[in-house]
């Protein structure tokens, strides 16, 4: 197997990852019709942003991985070490949006009190369509920029 299939293939695992993700999270909200306790809400939330935090650690800690084999299999090569570190600051930058992107939602969830808000399930559904949506585009923006990347590796 070359080295841009497998890098396309770890691409392809990584996006469908985040889009499991957001789609179980939206599925979810999706089938709720009992009101939560407040007690249920919060934990549900606080799972939600350690799987969606422990994610984004493991995609830090692959691109770390996959710089240092870049690392190896070019003989530190000068030109691949300036590229190295850009693909690093670049997916640092990726790596921070979803941070704040996720903090961002989780926020909103547990600011979304079910035991205070009479319509939360109505308030939800929209919130959710919406983000979904974002996320999915942000996922495919990456997709794009990492099919970039292994087009670039490639030459």
Known sequence: MDFS????DTFKIWSDTQTKMVEGVTKVVQELTTQPTATTWGDTIDRWERVSREARKMQSDWTDLWIRGIAVTT???????????????LADIMNEYQDQ????????LKQLDPTKTPNW????????DSW???????IQVQDEWL???VAATAN
Do not use: C, D, I
């Open 5 to 8: 299939k497998q890098l396309t």
């Open 75 to 89: 003989n530190n090569s000068q030109q691949m070490a300036e590229w190295a570190r850009q693909v690093r600051q």
């Open 132 to 138: 979904a949506e974002h996320m999915q585009k942000a």
């Open 121 to 128: 399930v109505t308030e939800l559904q929209p919130l959710t």
């Open 147 to 149: 099919q970039s990347v």
């Open 101 to 108: 992107y996720w903090h961002t939602w989780l926020t909103v």
